[in-house]
T-cell receptor, first 115, second 115 residues
């Protein structure tokens, strides 16, 4: 969905480096999410934010941190990258005011390789 | 806790034949169920969802899904497969009784449609 953008699209880094993945959305949604996708494991939730002042850990938050700089921006940081954080990372958004059946809309993903 | 099972890693079907991608779920409250599709090097795209009402839900690209409460299933179907339907399909569930629950995704099923 072009309304949800992620930068960078691809990143190669070395073990121990700090990196940041960024997500921006123009959908006006209040809720934002970070997932990682690994082959055979599906999507797993890392962190989520229901509004600017709300940050929640997901299923696999260890080794990650996030920042919700504005309603439209949600960044994911790896403080000290390790090889098993090599994965495809997705940002998603949803409209929490639309009811509990809200649909999540995904960005194009960031492919991260940690050497 | 909520969970989703997609019992098939891969489904193979010939073009023009009907296809079914299976999904079963477990949730304590009322289930909100979703199907997403991921084409190569793309983010996830929303296909359809079940919130309440008619057990047969119609979505994008000619896909439909049938909610079966007694079997806790939400199988994705299409009457006539196209080669362009080849992609990775994800089922997801959310507890409709909780305003703060998030989506839980299955591990995904690769659909391969042969010419």
């Amino acid at each position: 969905d072009a309304d949800v953008t992620q930068t960078p699209r691809n990143r190669i880094t070395k073990t121990g480096k700090r990196i940041m993945l960024e997500c921006s959305q123009t959908k006006g949604h209040d809720r934002m999410y970070w997932y990682r996708q690994d082959p055979g494991l599906g999507l797993r939730l890392i962190y989520y934010s229901f509004d600017v002042k709300d940050i929640n850990k997901g299923e696999i938050s260890d080794g990650y941190s996030v920042s919700r700089q504005a309603q439209a921006k949600f960044s994911l940081s790896l403080e000290s990258a390790i090889p098993n954080q090599t994965a495809l990372y997705f940002c998603a958004t949803s409209d929490g005011t639309s009811g509990r059946g809200e649909t999540q809309y995904f960005g194009p993903g960031t492919r991260l390789l940690v050497l | 806790a909520q969970s989703v099972a997609q019992p098939e890693d891969q489904v193979n079907v010939a073009e023009g034949n009907p296809l079914t991608v299976k999904c079963t779920y477990s949730v304590s409250g009322n289930p909100y169920l979703f199907w997403y599709v991921q084409y190569p090097n793309r983010g996830l795209q929303f296909l359809l969802k079940y919130i309440t009402g008619d057990n047969l839900v119609k979505g994008s690209y000619g896909f439909e899904a049938e909610f079966n409460k007694s079997q806790t299933s939400f199988h994705l179907k299409k009457p006539s497969a196209l080669v362009s339907d080849s992609a990775l399909y994800f089922c997801a569930v959310r507890d409709g009784n909780s305003g703060y629950s998030t989506l839980t995704f299955g591990k995904g099923t690769m659909l391969l449609v042969s010419p």
